[in-house]
C-alpha cells in the first residue's frame, strides 16, 4: 500500500487535528463518571448541596468542552476524509488511462469501475471513521480501563478476566473474516460486469428475445454475492454478540462484588455507579473496535485492489527519450534541455510495415499477423482487405501503437512507433473504428472530440465530407441536438458519418477508416469516398473494409489471408496475381464483373 503514503504526507496535518479533537472528545468523557461520582459521595450523601451544584457545573463545563471538540472533529474530518477520496479517485483515473488495452483486459473494465467507485469508497469510509470513533475507541477503552483502576483496585480484578477474552474474540474476527470480504468484493465485481454486458448488448437481448437468459445469468451472480456477503457477515453475527456478551458478563460481575464491598463499607455507592459508567465505555468501545476491525478488513481488502492498479506497469513500455518531429521543436522546450531527440521529416505520414509479427497477449497459437511488411508513402489510399479474421484491424491498430508488435517494427515518418513520443504520434493520427463510439453532449461536442478549438466553418466541412451536414441539418436542433448515451437516437450510418467528421476535422496526417461504412448505403459511402479523395491531397488515408467497392479505387490494395500478406497492388494487378482477391470480386461482385 506504498500508494497512500502521498496522501498521507499531504493530508497528515489535518488528520492529527482531528485526532487531537477526538483525543480531547475522550478525556471529557472519562472524566464525566469520576466527577459523578464524587457528587454521589460526596455531595448527595453529605447533603452538601453546594458541592453539588459546583460539581454540577464542572460537568456541564466539561460535557461543552467535549462538545466543541466533537464539532470541530467532525468538520475536518469530514473535509479530510472527502478531500482524499476525491483525489485518490482521480489519481486513480489518471492511472488507468495511462493503461495499454492489454492492461485493461487484463484486469476487466467492470472490476476497473469496481475499484473506482465501491473499493475507493470503502478506503474513503474507513479513513473518515479513524478520525471519527475509530481512534476515539481504543483511547476510550484504555483510558476507562485506566479510570477503573485508580478508582478503585481490587474491582479492576474483574478487567483482567474480560480483556483478554475480548481481544482474543476481535484477532479471530479479523483472521476469519478478511477472506471473506475479499470473496465479497471479486462477486460485487462478476455482478456490475453482468449489468454491464445486458445494458450494452440490450437490443441483442430483446431483439432475440433473451430475458430468461439474462434474468438467470444475473440472478446466478446476484446469489453469489448475497451468499458471500452473508458468509462474510455471519462472522460479524458470531463475534459482535460474543464481545457484548462477554462485557456484560463483566458488568454482572461488578455489581455482584461491588454490592458486597459496598454493604461491608470497602466501597461507595458512587464509586459502583462509576464503576459501572466505565465497564459501559469500555463495552461501548470494545464494540467501536470490533467494527473498527471488521470495516479494517474490507478497507484492508479495497486498498490492496486499488494498489493493484496503481502498482501495475503499462505493458507498452514508454521510451525516457522519446522521438518527436523537429518540427515539433518549438511546441516542447528547446532541444539541449529538453527529453526529446528530435529528427527532420521532409514528408508526414509515411508508414513502414517492417517484418511485423504480432500476437496478443496471453493469446496461444499461431501469431495473429505474420511477417508483413510494405509502405504507405505520404498522400496514398492503401486499401486493406480480406476475409474475417485475417488479422485486417489488428495491423492498423499496431500504427497508432494502441497495441506493441511482437517482432518487427512499424515506422511512421522513418521513427519507430515505440521509441516515438505516443501523446505526439496520436496527434497526428485519425481513427474511425470498427464499433462505432460517440459520447453524451451535442451533435458538436462530438465532432470537436477531434480538435477542440474547431470552427463552426471546420466542423461543417468536415461533415460535409462524410456526408453527415444535410441530416445534422435537418434536425430540429441541427450541430446542437443533443445525443444520448452512445448516440442512441442516430442511426447506425448517421453514427459512422458522425464519427468520420470527428476524425476530419483533426486534420490529421494520417487517416485509418476502419471498415467505418458498414451501416451507409452504396451510393451515400461513393460519395464519401469522393469526397475524401479531394480533402485528402496529402493525406496517407488507410483504408479496412469488407465491401471490395470501399477499396477498389485506392492507390494500391494489401490482401490478407490468415495473418499473411498474399497479395499487393492496384485493383487490376490483383485480378491478374492475386487468387484470394480474385475470389472476394467474385462473391462479392460476380464473375460476369470481370
Same mark, same amino acid.
Given at each position: 500500500?506504498?500508494?497512500?503514503?502521498?496522501?498521507?504526507?499531504?493530508?497528515?496535518?489535518?488528520?492529527?487535528?482531528a485526532?487531537?479533537?477526538?483525543?480531547?472528545?475522550?478525556?471529557c468523557?472519562?472524566?464525566?463518571?469520576?466527577?459523578?461520582?464524587?457528587?454521589?459521595?460526596?455531595?448527595?450523601?453529605?447533603?452538601?448541596?453546594?458541592?453539588?451544584?459546583?460539581?454540577?457545573?464542572?460537568?456541564?463545563?466539561?460535557?461543552?468542552?467535549?462538545?466543541?471538540?466533537?464539532?470541530?472533529?467532525n468538520?475536518?474530518?469530514?473535509?479530510?476524509?472527502?478531500? %482524499?477520496?476525491a483525489?485518490?479517485?482521480s489519481?486513480?483515473? =489518471? =492511472? #488507468?488511462?495511462t %493503461?495499454?488495452?492489454?492492461?485493461?483486459?487484463?484486469?476487466?473494465?467492470?472490476?476497473?469501475?469496481?475499484?473506482?467507485?465501491?473499493?475507493?469508497?470503502?478506503?474513503q469510509t474507513?479513513?473518515?471513521?479513524?478520525?471519527?470513533?475509530?481512534?476515539k475507541a481504543? #483511547?476510550?477503552?484504555?483510558?476507562?480501563?485506566?479510570?477503573?483502576?485508580?478508582?478503585?483496585?481490587?474491582?479492576?480484578?474483574?478487567?483482567?478476566?474480560?480483556?483478554?477474552?475480548?481481544?482474543?474474540?476481535?484477532?479471530?474476527?479479523?483472521?476469519?473474516?478478511?477472506?471473506?470480504?475479499?470473496?465479497?468484493?471479486?462477486?460485487?465485481?462478476?455482478?456490475?460486469?453482468?449489468?454491464?454486458?445486458y &445494458?450494452?448488448?440490450?437490443?441483442?437481448?430483446?431483439?432475440?428475445?433473451?430475458?430468461?437468459?439474462?434474468?438467470?445469468?444475473f440472478?446466478?451472480?446476484?446469489?453469489?454475492?448475497?451468499?458471500?456477503s452473508?458468509?462474510?457477515?455471519?462472522?460479524?453475527?458470531?463475534?459482535?454478540?460474543?464481545?457484548? &456478551?462477554?462485557?456484560?458478563?463483566?458488568i454482572?460481575?461488578?455489581?455482584?462484588?461491588?454490592?458486597?464491598?459496598?454493604?461491608? $463499607?470497602?466501597?461507595?455507592?458512587?464509586?459502583?455507579?462509576?464503576?459501572?459508567?466505565?465497564m459501559?465505555?469500555?463495552?461501548?468501545?470494545?464494540?467501536m473496535?470490533?467494527?473498527?476491525?471488521?470495516?479494517?478488513?474490507?478497507? *484492508?481488502?479495497?486498498a +490492496?485492489?486499488?494498489?493493484?492498479?496503481?502498482?501495475?506497469?503499462?505493458?507498452?513500455?514508454?521510451?525516457?527519450?522519446?522521438?518527436?518531429?523537429?518540427?515539433?521543436?518549438?511546441?516542447?522546450?528547446?532541444?539541449?534541455?529538453?527529453?526529446?531527440t528530435?529528427?527532420?521529416?521532409?514528408?508526414?505520414?509515411?508508414?513502414?510495415?517492417?517484418?511485423?509479427y %504480432?500476437?496478443?497477449?496471453?493469446?496461444?497459437?499461431?501469431?495473429? &499477423? =505474420?511477417?508483413?511488411?510494405?509502405?504507405c508513402?505520404?498522400?496514398?489510399?492503401?486499401g486493406?482487405?480480406?476475409?474475417?479474421?485475417?488479422? *485486417?484491424?489488428?495491423?492498423v491498430? &499496431?500504427?497508432?501503437?494502441f497495441?506493441?508488435v511482437?517482432?518487427?517494427?512499424i515506422k511512421?515518418?522513418?521513427?519507430?512507433?515505440?521509441?516515438?513520443?505516443?501523446?505526439?504520434?496520436?496527434?497526428?493520427?485519425?481513427?474511425?473504428?470498427?464499433?462505432?463510439?460517440?459520447?453524451? $453532449?451535442?451533435?458538436?461536442?462530438?465532432?470537436?472530440?477531434?480538435?477542440?478549438?474547431?470552427?463552426?466553418q471546420? /466542423?461543417?466541412?468536415?461533415?460535409?465530407?462524410?456526408?453527415?451536414?444535410?441530416? /445534422?441539418?435537418?434536425?430540429? +436542433?441541427?450541430?446542437?441536438?443533443?445525443?444520448?448515451?452512445?448516440?442512441?437516437?442516430?442511426?447506425?450510418?448517421? *453514427?459512422?458519418?458522425?464519427?468520420?467528421?470527428?476524425?476530419?476535422?483533426?486534420?490529421?496526417?494520417?487517416?485509418?477508416?476502419?471498415?467505418c461504412?458498414?451501416?451507409v448505403?452504396?451510393?451515400?459511402?461513393?460519395?464519401?469516398?469522393?469526397?475524401l479523395?479531394?480533402?485528402?491531397g $496529402?493525406?496517407?488515408?488507410?483504408?479496412?473494409?469488407q465491401? #471490395?467497392?470501399?477499396?477498389?479505387?485506392?492507390?494500391?490494395?494489401v490482401?490478407?489471408?490468415?495473418?499473411?500478406?498474399v497479395?499487393? $497492388?492496384?485493383? +487490376?494487378?490483383?485480378?491478374?496475381?492475386?487468387?484470394?482477391y480474385?475470389?472476394?470480386?467474385?462473391?462479392q461482385?460476380?464473375?460476369e464483373?470481370?
Open positions: 500500500m506504498h500508494f497512500m503514503k502521498k496522501y498521507w504526507g499531504k493530508y497528515w496535518k489535518r488528520f492529527c487535528l485526532v487531537s479533537c477526538l483525543m480531547l472528545e475522550a478525556l468523557d472519562l472524566m464525566q463518571p469520576t466527577i459523578m461520582s464524587r457528587i454521589v459521595d460526596v455531595g448527595v450523601a453529605g447533603r452538601n448541596m453546594s458541592f453539588v451544584l459546583s460539581m454540577g457545573g464542572v460537568m456541564l463545563l466539561v460535557t461543552l468542552l467535549g462538545a466543541v471538540a466533537a464539532v470541530s472533529r468538520i475536518v474530518s469530514s473535509n479530510v476524509s472527502q478531500r %482524499f477520496s483525489e485518490m479517485r489519481d486513480l483515473f =489518471k =492511472k #488507468i488511462q %493503461f495499454s488495452f492489454d492492461n485493461i483486459n487484463r484486469f476487466e473494465t467492470a472490476s476497473l469501475v469496481t475499484r473506482l467507485t465501491n473499493d475507493v469508497t470503502q478506503v474507513f479513513v473518515h471513521g479513524l478520525m471519527r470513533i475509530f481512534v481504543p #483511547i476510550t477503552a484504555i483510558g476507562s480501563i485506566i479510570m477503573a483502576v485508580l478508582l478503585n483496585p481490587p474491582m479492576a480484578l474483574v478487567l483482567v478476566a474480560v480483556v483478554p477474552v475480548i481481544s482474543i474474540l476481535i484477532s479471530a474476527n479479523v483472521r476469519i473474516g478478511y477472506p471473506k470480504f475479499m470473496k465479497v468484493q471479486k462477486a460485487l465485481d462478476r455482478v456490475n460486469s453482468v449489468m454491464r454486458e &445494458l450494452a448488448g440490450v437490443r441483442v437481448v430483446k431483439a432475440f428475445n433473451r430475458f430468461s437468459y439474462e434474468t438467470e445469468r440472478d446466478r451472480t446476484n446469489k453469489d454475492l448475497a451468499a458471500a452473508t458468509t462474510a457477515m455471519r462472522v460479524v453475527a458470531i463475534f459482535s454478540p460474543g464481545i457484548t &456478551l462477554t462485557v456484560n458478563m463483566g454482572i460481575a461488578v455489581l455482584w462484588f461491588g454490592g458486597l464491598r459496598v454493604n461491608n $463499607g470497602s466501597m461507595h455507592v458512587g464509586q459502583v455507579i462509576a464503576f459501572i459508567n466505565y459501559t465505555q469500555i463495552l461501548f468501545s470494545l464494540m473496535i470490533s467494527f473498527v476491525f471488521t470495516m479494517f478488513v474490507r478497507a *484492508k481488502t479495497s +490492496e485492489r486499488i494498489g493493484e492498479v496503481f502498482a501495475a506497469e503499462n505493458t507498452m513500455p514508454v521510451r525516457q527519450r522519446p522521438v518527436i518531429p523537429a518540427d515539433k521543436a518549438n511546441e516542447a522546450s528547446s532541444p539541449e534541455n529538453s527529453a526529446f528530435y529528427v527532420s521529416t521532409a514528408k508526414k505520414g509515411r508508414v513502414d510495415f517492417e517484418q511485423v %504480432f500476437t496478443y497477449e496471453g493469446a496461444s497459437g499461431e501469431p495473429v &499477423l =505474420k511477417d508483413i511488411t510494405f509502405t508513402m505520404p498522400g496514398e489510399t492503401v486493406i482487405i480480406g476475409s474475417t479474421g485475417s488479422g *485486417k484491424s489488428s495491423l491498430n &499496431l500504427v497508432p501503437r497495441h506493441d511482437t517482432s518487427g517494427c511512421v515518418d522513418g521513427v519507430d512507433v515505440r521509441d516515438a513520443d505516443t501523446r505526439e504520434l496520436r496527434e497526428r493520427i485519425a481513427v474511425v473504428s470498427q464499433k462505432t463510439v460517440l459520447f453524451t $453532449g451535442t451533435i458538436m461536442d462530438n465532432i470537436k472530440w477531434g480538435r477542440e478549438d474547431a470552427s463552426l471546420d /466542423i461543417e466541412k468536415a461533415a460535409g465530407i462524410a456526408q453527415a451536414h444535410a441530416f /445534422i441539418s435537418n434536425l430540429p +436542433e441541427g450541430y446542437d441536438t443533443l445525443l444520448g448515451r452512445g448516440g442512441v437516437n442516430l442511426s447506425g450510418g448517421q *453514427k459512422q458519418r458522425v464519427s468520420i467528421a470527428r476524425a476530419l476535422v483533426r486534420r490529421p496526417e494520417i487517416l485509418i477508416l476502419d471498415d461504412t458498414s451501416a448505403d452504396v451510393a451515400t459511402e461513393t460519395r464519401i469516398r469522393e469526397a479523395k479531394e480533402y485528402s $496529402g493525406l496517407t488515408c488507410l483504408v479496412i473494409a465491401r #471490395i467497392t470501399s477499396v477498389i479505387g485506392a492507390d494500391r490494395i490482401v490478407l489471408d490468415n495473418g499473411r500478406m497479395g499487393t $497492388g492496384n485493383h +487490376e494487378e490483383l485480378m491478374q496475381t492475386c487468387e484470394v480474385r475470389e472476394i470480386y467474385r462473391s461482385i460476380g464473375k464483373g470481370i
